[in-house]
């Protein structure tokens, strides 16, 4: 069933940081979605910055279990963490074996570096690097990602344009700031289901108990 709280609970949107955002891949929450936590002005200046990925999403089952026997934890911190403001830059490491003294996979750690577009709608391109793997994952190509909050952000923009044309706009300009094919695919049909005006959400929140 759905939470009573079922809206309280929906991503919430920061179009100026990626500080407050998750991130999801085929509109799934939870489904090794990337949650990068609120910060406050003195975790800012301090580098307190926290973020981790979420496997918390039942279909996640399908994938293999640690290297020990263990399930894969629900939420997996990503440490050393780095962030450029102006560059729109993450860097972190998911640590495997320092974490849970295992490796998942073979693979004992995996490096991010992403960079967002400008209004913190998606991950615009990046790597993800594991220890035991020749090539990395490439943002908008392997592992294509964006705001959870895309939907309602969409919607808040239908409503204040005047034209189908205005909105289309929105579309235009994420080809500008460089999205990828496969990633405005994404963007383009959750943008069309918020211009039709459809009820029903492209996206799984995994806010059902």
Same mark, same amino acid.
């Given at each position: 069933?759905?939470?009573?709280?079922?809206?309280?609970?929906?991503?919430?949107?920061?179009?100026?940081?990626?500080?407050?955002? $998750?991130?999801?891949?085929?509109?799934?929450?939870?489904?090794?979605?990337?949650?990068?936590?609120?910060?406050?002005?003195?975790?800012?200046?301090?580098?307190?910055?926290?973020?981790?990925?979420?496997?918390?999403?039942?279909?996640?089952?399908?994938?293999?279990?640690?290297?020990?026997?263990?399930?894969?934890?629900?939420?997996?911190?990503?440490?050393?963490?780095?962030?450029?403001?102006?560059?729109?830059?993450?860097?972190?490491?998911?640590?495997?074996?320092?974490?849970?003294?295992?490796?998942?996979?073979?693979?004992?750690?995996?490096?991010?570096?992403?960079?967002?577009?400008?209004?913190?709608?998606?991950?615009?391109?990046?790597?993800?690097?594991?220890?035991?793997?020749?090539?990395?994952?490439?943002?908008?190509?392997?592992?294509?990602?964006?705001?959870?909050?895309?939907?309602?952000?969409?919607?808040?923009?239908?409503?204040?344009?005047? $034209? $189908?044309?205005?909105?289309?706009?929105?579309?235009?300009?994420?080809?500008?700031?460089?999205?990828?094919?496969?990633?405005?695919?994404?963007?383009?049909?959750?943008?069309?289901?918020?211009?039709?005006?459809?009820?029903?959400?492209?996206?799984?929140?995994?806010?059902?108990?």
């Amino acid at each position: 069933y759905r939470n009573v709280d079922f809206q309280a609970q929906l991503p919430p949107y920061v179009a100026n940081s990626i500080w407050g955002n $998750t991130f999801c891949q085929m509109y799934t929450v939870g489904l090794a979605s990337y949650h990068f936590e609120e910060t406050t002005e003195a975790d800012e200046a301090s580098g307190n910055y926290r973020a981790y990925i979420s496997y918390e999403h039942p279909h996640t089952n399908v994938w293999p279990a640690l290297d020990n026997g263990e399930n894969v934890p629900g939420r997996v911190p990503f440490r050393i963490i780095e962030w450029d403001p102006v560059e729109r830059i993450f860097k972190g490491d998911i640590c495997w074996e320092e974490e849970y003294n295992t490796t998942w996979m073979s693979e004992d750690k995996w490096h991010y570096e992403i960079k967002f577009d400008p209004k913190f709608m998606f991950i615009l391109s990046g790597t993800c690097t594991r220890s035991n793997s020749e090539e990395p994952h490439q943002f908008g190509q392997d592992l294509v990602y964006v705001n959870a909050a895309l939907e309602s952000v969409l919607g808040d923009i239908r409503e204040t344009v005047s $034209t $189908t044309g205005e909105y289309l706009d929105v579309v235009r300009k994420w080809r500008q700031d460089g999205a990828s094919g496969r990633t405005l695919e994404m963007l383009g049909e959750v943008s069309m289901r918020v211009l039709d005006n459809r009820p029903e959400s492209m996206f799984d929140f995994n806010l059902y108990r």
